[in-house]
């Protein structure tokens, strides 16, 4: 019994102290985690508080990773107050309200993270004389900590998780399922972040050198290694196919090479103690990685002449520069350090992210440039442009919608901008630029249907879309609502929405929509005769919802949008459905 006492005082002790060395990251931490569990629990989402509230949570989850780097790099409180300044400024760049930004706004803040864990694994050597055998015991350290600190998270979440499962049907209690994600939250935000802190070691360049377990020689040498061959063999095979057929390489090139050089760089770390005696197997690894790096450039530069740079193409084309000049360092400097692969890992990612030269403001301006060709040499601009025309220009406006502001159109076709805003429609820009332009958007499915039909287009009969959608809807006397979309692309004309607590299912076929409850049939409802009768009433595309309403004795469907072609098939709809017990 007083062995657990003490292992209970000596995690306890162990988390004291982890605040005690990194009091700014475990409260970091602690704020996510406090901020989380009220907002998970709040229907006020446009709130100014929250809406602050989950700016300052998305902030603070770089200071879980920014404290530790910088007080590694010295224990001067001057470093602790340079960190706040840095999270300050960048929460003062972000934009107000999170919700409304674009995906690479996040895809850049989880980029940030990564080169800030990167830091707190070379931090503690720069400046300071070291050999590989102990950065490679610390960074061990730091990789192995973070991993195991999600494991146990995650089991302890699951125990906790089952527990409280238990209790709710032993004793009857109601617990709502919001209360496990915040039980998750509190387990990850809290227990996780801490263990993660506590598994830095204390004195990294005097950390004993230790022998590798059998699980990691296993590890690396039955697992990793041989993956790196087999990656190589596969890589270096397509290689000369290329040279021998004199083609192309295809596009998923760059992310098979991507894949292949994170297992030999992995595989190099891992397999330093037995290769340290043996240069030329390091060279040779170095050598391998450079070779593809080459390949990587070659598919890129194809990619870019063709599409021009995009943030993910920009993001490549970095790595490929980290890859090359870390391979040329190794294969010509003997004594090579491998704390530098971390430093300029995390230099290249933060350089790509700021300045006039970022992945954004690169990309944006390929992108731009590349677009305003394609409309000012559009002929005609109306359906009868050719389809990969229309295709690129469809794919390029969205892309744009996407990723960057709206404004980046003032650049493109300000006319066409000038006009949305003032119409004040819920349409998305692409669609209505294209419209705008003289022919339909072109979505990328559309585009593969047509290249696999041989270039042979089905037109469209009859397109139906409701203009004066509403944010409410009024739904006394039912009981359930559900959002639903059929796309003949993407269907497998089986069942397509399936709710196992309603016992529910919605499926289309041959033009029917049907709706089962309890594997009994609710409602059927032919959009053949539907569609017909539509016509007659209202042959215009641009439809008032009631027109696009169908009400039957257990249901109610309001399609938003419903299309059908040349061949009669009805090939996309999306409605919301309204049933009754």
Not at 103 to 131: C, N, Q, Y
Not at 135 to 159: C, K, M, N, P, R
Not at 329 to 335: L, P
Not at 344 to 359: E, K
């Amino acid at each position: 019994m007083s062995s657990i006492y003490e292992k209970i005082d000596n995690r306890i002790e162990t988390f004291l102290s982890t605040l005690k060395r990194f009091p700014l990251a475990s409260f970091s931490a602690l704020l996510i985690t406090m901020i989380f569990l009220v907002l998970i629990d709040t229907n006020h989402y446009n709130s100014p508080n929250v809406i602050m509230a989950y700016k300052i949570a998305f902030v603070a989850t770089l200071g879980v990773v920014l404290f530790p780097a910088l007080q590694l790099l010295g224990r001067s409180s001057i470093f602790s107050l340079l960190g706040l300044i840095i999270l300050s400024i960048y929460y003062y760049c972000l934009p107000h309200n999170l919700d409304n930004a674009n995906e690479t706004l996040f895809i850049r803040h989880l980029l940030l993270g990564i080169a800030l864990f990167f830091m707190i694994i070379w931090v503690p050597f720069i400046g300071r004389k070291s050999d590989n055998d102990t950065f490679w015991e610390y960074a061990q350290s730091i990789i192995f900590g973070i991993i195991i600190a999600i494991l146990f998270s995650v089991i302890i979440y699951q125990a906790l998780a089952i527990a409280l499962y238990a209790i709710e049907k032993l004793f009857h209690f109601e617990v709502e399922s919001i209360r496990y994600a915040q039980l998750a939250l509190i387990v990850f935000g809290v227990f996780g972040v801490n263990f993660f802190l506590s598994q830095i070691p204390k004195h990294p360049l005097f950390l004993h050198v230790k022998p590798y377990s059998k699980i990691k020689r296993i590890f690396s040498k039955n697992i990793l290694a041989p993956i790196a061959i087999i990656y190589f063999i596969i890589l270096f095979a397509y290689t000369a196919k290329i040279l021998i057929n004199m083609t192309y390489p295809s596009g998923t090139l760059s992310w098979v090479i991507v894949a292949f050089s994170f297992v030999a760089i992995v595989s190099f770390l891992f397999l330093s103690p037995y290769l340290k005696k043996s240069s030329l197997s390091q060279r040779f690894i170095w050598l391998a990685i450079f070779l593809q790096t080459i390949m990587l450039g070659f598919a890129l530069w194809i990619r870019v002449e063709e599409y021009g740079i995009t943030y993910n193409r920009y993001l490549l084309a970095m790595f490929g520069l980290w890859l090359g000049v870390m391979s040329l360092y190794f294969i010509f400097f003997g004594k090579a350090q491998q704390k530098w692969l971390f430093f300029f890992a995390s230099l290249l990612i933060v350089a790509s992210q700021f300045g006039s030269y970022s992945a954004t403001n690169m990309s944006k301006k390929s992108q731009t440039k590349r677009l305003v060709q394609l409309i000012s040499t559009a002929v005609p601009r109306s359906e009868e442009l050719d389809m990969k025309r229309k295709y690129e220009i469809s794919d390029g406006l969205a892309y744009m919608e996407e990723h960057y502001e709206l404004d980046t159109f003032k650049k493109v076709i300000p006319h066409i901008l000038k006009k949305y805003k003032i119409a004040n429609t819920k349409q998305d820009f692409a669609s209505y630029a294209t419209q705008a332009l003289g022919f339909k958007f072109i979505d990328k499915w559309q585009w593969l249907e047509y290249q696999s039909n041989h270039g042979e287009q089905r037109k469209e009969k009859h397109y139906f879309y409701a203009n004066n959608l509403k944010n409410s809807i009024k739904i006394q006397g039912y009981t359930h609502l559900i959002n639903y979309r059929y796309n003949y692309n993407t269907s497998t004309n089986q069942e397509d929405y399936v709710n196992d607590d309603l016992n529910l299912s919605i499926s289309f076929k041959n033009n029917q929509l049907q709706v089962k409850q309890a594997k009994n049939n609710l409602h059927i409802l032919d959009l053949n005769d539907y569609v017909d009768k539509l016509i007659k009433q209202n042959a215009s595309s641009n439809t008032d919802q009631e027109a696009l309403t169908h009400e039957g004795n257990h249901i109610k469907i309001l399609f938003k949008t419903l299309s059908i072609y040349d061949d009669d098939n009805i090939t996309d709809f999306e409605g919301q459905i309204l049933l009754k017990n």
